[in-house]
């Protein structure tokens, strides 16, 4: 399981209406054309913001504009469409103060975006007050109660959700609430519906891209590879899907061919997640100089604008937890824990606090990230080194097995060592 609420919000309705057809299509370039070629129509989203100049009374126009920053902020993974976003959906508000569920939501899908999980909330419980037919409003209530840790109740909006609008967002949304309590039919059975109810490229890639990830999460690489090789084929170099590649590559012993993806995936997306997997992946093949490199660019990442303390990815909190710098995991894993307090922030800050040498407090809240039953391989390999420090033999076999039962290829830097340890220990629980 990845390491985080890691579904990307899937903003629907009126911005993904807007998104449509914002592609550019270049011709072919002629010394002297015979005739001039025709200009290139406007994108939704310029056609949009002309609209708003001439009408900009245009409340719902507003609002559809900041719901499609938000999404771009989203896709391009630039947090500069997010000002823009919050503008045009306070102008929303501005001309129509009261019953505007449509702004509401954006401003939660904002928040939400901007991992201030506690407003995305509130924002939610506004829009649901106003409109409680709106389908976007339950899913931005779904991912907030999700990352604040509060399960049952986001169980219940995502009903709501999947009652009014049974879509790829409700499906994927209620297909990640069934993975977290450890349901991988169930799990798989609604990322494939899904797939079917799938719209657009971006919906059919998201959903192919989850349901690899989930087969190789079970341990099943060959599902996985296929998985990541029907998106590749639709998407040739997308970096979700060239990173789960790597994972299968890594699993079957292929260390080069993971690297090679990764290293087309960090060339073009230099996030933690992805940068930590090819230094993980050059530690195997035994290149730590190289693996250093690469984990002083994570550094250098870390330190960009938008890692503030509510932003901290529990990627980076491991990171600095398996690297040695132990007291930085622990104020990072605090800080995110008072943000969102869900199942993997107590797993991430579990391993953070057994670097520092607290194992007892790393024991509880290992318990904590795993008490719904979760069939995440690191995480019971995490607990089962806390065991171990604790002098817990039996839990630690019992840990073990159960990790490299889900996923024996789960890490390319840990699962070795898992075996290794196994056999120490007397061999499986």
Do not use: C
């Not at 903003?11 to 057809?21: E, F």
């Amino acid at each position: 399981m990845r390491r985080r609420w890691t579904r990307p919000l899937l903003v629907t309705g009126l911005a993904g209406a807007v998104l449509l057809g914002a592609g550019v299509a270049l011709t072919p370039w002629h010394t002297a054309p015979a005739t001039p070629p025709a200009p290139a129509p406007a994108s939704p989203l310029a056609r949009l913001q002309a609209h708003l100049a001439a009408v900009p009374g245009d409340w719902q126009g507003w609002a559809a504009l900041g719901l499609a920053h938000v999404q771009l902020g989203r896709i391009t993974f630039d947090p500069a469409h997010y000002p823009a976003a919050e503008t045009a959906l306070r102008r929303s508000r501005e001309v129509r103060p009261d019953g505007n569920a449509a702004a509401m939501t954006g401003l939660g899908a904002l928040a939400a975006a901007r991992h201030d999980f506690r407003a995305a909330l509130r924002y939610a419980r506004s829009a649901v007050a106003v409109d409680a037919y709106s389908a976007d409003a339950y899913g931005v209530l779904t991912d907030a109660y999700v990352e604040l840790g509060r399960y049952d109740d986001a169980t219940a909006a995502v009903q709501r959700m999947l009652d009014l609008r049974p879509d790829t967002a409700s499906f994927a949304r209620a297909s990640y609430l069934f993975e977290l309590r450890g349901d991988q039919d169930r799990a798989v059975e609604l990322m494939t519906r899904a797939r079917e109810s799938a719209g657009t490229p971006d919906e059919v890639t998201f959903t192919l891209t989850h349901l690899g990830e989930l087969a190789f999460a079970a341990g099943d690489p060959d599902t996985a590879a296929a998985r990541f090789a029907e998106g590749l084929a639709r998407e040739p170099g997308q970096p979700a899907l060239l990173a789960g590649r790597a994972k299968v590559a890594a699993a079957r012993g292929d260390l080069a061919a993971a690297e090679r993806d990764l290293r087309a995936v960090t060339d073009r997306l230099p996030m933690v997640e992805y940068l930590t997997a090819l230094s993980d992946v050059q530690t195997a093949a035994g290149r730590t100089t190289d693996a250093a490199r690469t984990d002083d660019l994570v550094r250098f990442t870390a330190r960009l604008p938008g890692t503030g303390p509510a932003a901290t990815d529990v990627d980076l909190i491991l990171f600095d937890a398996d690297r040695g710098d132990a007291r930085t995991a622990v104020a990072k894993g605090r800080a995110l824990l008072a943000a969102r307090p869900g199942v993997t922030v107590h797993g991430a800050y579990a391993w953070a606090l057994h670097a520092a040498g607290d194992d007892r407090a790393a024991l509880d809240h290992a318990n904590r990230g795993l008490r719904l039953g979760t069939r995440d391989a690191r995480a019971h390999y995490h607990r089962a080194i806390i065991r171990l420090a604790l002098h817990d033999r039996a839990g630690a076999r019992a840990d073990l097995t159960r990790a490299l039962d889900l996923n024996p290829w789960f890490s390319p830097r840990y699962a070795p060592a898992a075996r290794a340890l196994l056999t120490d220990l007397g061999g499986p629980a």
